[in-house]
């Protein structure tokens, strides 16, 4: 994945995690998914251009499953 701009990446990761918090997840899986979001909003140019979708992040964490 190539990074094009991180404007808003650490916007997305609290909006991301808190996301998870209100699902119930534990720490370390708000803490992918935050991470996994955050990422790729970076392939993006803008703030609110790249935030991804629910699909988008989910794919993502099935092509690269926890070890």
Do not use: Q
């Not at 190539?2 to 209100?22: F, K, M, R």
């Not at 992918?32 to 988008?56: N, Q």
């Amino acid at each position: 994945m190539e990074v094009v701009d991180t404007t808003g990446a650490g916007d997305v990761y609290h909006g991301a995690y808190i996301y998870g918090l209100l699902k119930g997840w534990d720490m370390k899986t708000c803490m992918r998914f935050a991470s996994a979001t955050s990422a790729l909003k970076c392939r993006v140019m803008g703030a609110r251009a790249g935030i991804p979708t629910l699909d988008e992040i989910n794919r993502l964490l099935e092509e690269n499953p926890r070890e």
